[in-house]
């Protein structure tokens, strides 16, 4: 099917099949080997706590509605006050589909601290596996020192590029499980006037190591002229201060219309104002996913009340875009800067083996290797001072002998 019949489908519209999540498309965009061995994808979601993340995760990746759960430990809390972190989405996705790979303990949700948990499963649809990740960044925003908050966020990201690069020097290169982060939702909350400091230190701190895709949240407390006036000033400010954000590529000038024209619009609804539920809704006579209020229904999935499938159309249609920018730019930034501060590039012009996982820091292998080249080079002085006394002795030795 080519984008262009996947277009005249319905432009942003709800696929009719139940559980219809859209990455079964992801065919169109890459080689059918690739399809076989199924597709791995780690989405990052970071923003202030109660902006809806794990909210927005759950309407993005399923349509059933998944039990509201009693979190040990979080006492005095009812199920409804009680966060719907991501491991409750995995946990039902995981039931749905029958495929389990790991998801944390549920004690962990109710800390204050950041943290960082990654829930992974595998999802099937229509025979097209996706291998995806979400990670969820619980308590961001909440330390008084926010570069605490960025430092572990930071030192994940990293760490996922570190882990890639040892496999990738290793033997067994062709099962590389890639869990880099390949996209970033950014949640900007709706209440402000534009990005708060924290949210301009935070994006430049990781623009260049994940493509960053800024979100506004619960769009269904702002007017319409309200979220375009958030929407250009929040533009205005990226530009501002030099935030760099994932740009949709232009569509490919051989690309039918409808293809340019989605394209068009989706870069246009940049930043998404995006509405989520995980409550299905009795609307004009069928079951939605929506927010009601006693002025009516916010339906999630509909392209009038906010950007959802727009960002959703987003993530799946350039979910491939996504993983080559990673790898092309963010991965190679880190590879090449990595690299240099270990010594194993720059003078050579070739990459010398890693150190083990875990092993020492940059610097510390740095000193070790100037050590090592000192050693190496008093060992061929030495040398070369035995041979000369031994030549030396010959010659002394021959000396007497006439
Ligand atoms: P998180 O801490 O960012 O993961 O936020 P949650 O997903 O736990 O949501 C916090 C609260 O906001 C919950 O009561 C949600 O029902 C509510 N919420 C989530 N999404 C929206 C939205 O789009 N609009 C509104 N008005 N409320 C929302």
Redesign the pocket.
Known sequence: MSQGDRMKQGQFTNPETPGYVGFANLPNQVHRKSVKKGFEFTLM?V?????????????LFLTDLYPERIIPGAAGRTP??T????QAVAFVMLLSFMHSRSFHSQTEKIERTVQIEASTVEIEERGVKLRLTVV?T?GYGDAINSQDCFSTIISYIDDQFERYLHDESGLNRRHIVDNRVHCCFY?ISPLGHGLKPLDVQFMKAIHNKVNVVPVI?????LTLRERERLKRRILDEIDEHGIKIYHLPDAESDEDEDFKEQTRILKASIPFA?????QQIEAKGKKVRG?LYPWGV?E?ENPEH?DFLKLRTMLITHMQDLQEVTQDLHYENFRSDRLKRSGRLSSHGYVLPLSPANGPEPEEMDKDMILQEKEAELRRMQEMIAKMQAQMQKQGDGEGDV
């Open positions: 979601v923003g202030e706590s109660g902006l809806g993340k794990s909210t927005l995760i759950n309407s409804a006050q966060r719907t972190g991501l969820d619980p949640f949240a619960k769009a269904d407390t995006v509405v989520g539920s995980n927010r916010v999630v906010n």
